[in-house]
């Protein structure tokens, strides 16, 4: 992505996923927040953004992180949200095995409590296992663990897939990660 997307991309993400009080705009309980108000409110907060901008950030961001509705009106994160949102994900069957990527010095706490959400709503998986170690590699050395997420389904776990193609689980004990 251009620069001033990646910048645009990391703006948008903090406002809305994380602090959308940080330019004065709410998001509703479903994550989503009116088109005109937040470009009225980027532009009043020393990020002026037009229209065809954001639509840019929208189509050619690198993970399609954002999402209009139906008529454009509204846009909301497809995933990643630390503030309270329900996101209408449907329970879906996962594929036999996801990846999760993390850093080498996180390996003796998740042997012992598995993969945590932390601040997010949801553990990330990954369909690729690329993926997974690009997402490892944020924090330090990267490993790639396997989620037997098809073991975790059978024994009721819940698994969701995000607009972008994220996959998302509460919480993953270690008995089904392959270390
Ligand atoms: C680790 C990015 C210690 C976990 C990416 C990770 C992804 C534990 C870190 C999305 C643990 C949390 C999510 C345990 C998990 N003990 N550490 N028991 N359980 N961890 O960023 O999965 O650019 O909140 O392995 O591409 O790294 O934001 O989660 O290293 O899709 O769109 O705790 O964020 O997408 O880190 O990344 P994060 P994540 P965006």
Known sequence: MA?????????????????PERI???????????????LKACDAHGFPLTCEEL???????????????????????????????????????PPGILYHGTAERFLSSIRQTGLIKGK????????EELT???????YGKPVVLE???DLMHNDGYQFYRSANGVWLTEHVPPVYLKL
């Open 120 to 127: 997010r709503h949801h553990v990330h998986l990954s369909q």
């Open 55 to 93: 639509q840019a950030v929208v189509s050619n961001n690198d993970k399609k992180r954002f999402a209009f509705n139906a008529d454009g009106s509204r846009i909301r994160a497809s995933q990643g949200h630390s503030v309270q949102v329900e996101l209408d994900y449907t329970p879906l069957a």
């Open 24 to 38: 004065g705009i709410t998001i509703d309980a479903q994550g989503w927040t009116s088109v005109s108000e937040l």
């Open 132 to 138: 997974a170690r690009a997402v490892g590699q944020r």
């Open 3 to 19: 620069n001033h997307l990646v910048k645009t991309s990391k703006f948008l993400s903090l406002v809305l996923r994380h602090e």
């Open 147 to 149: 989620v037997k997420s």
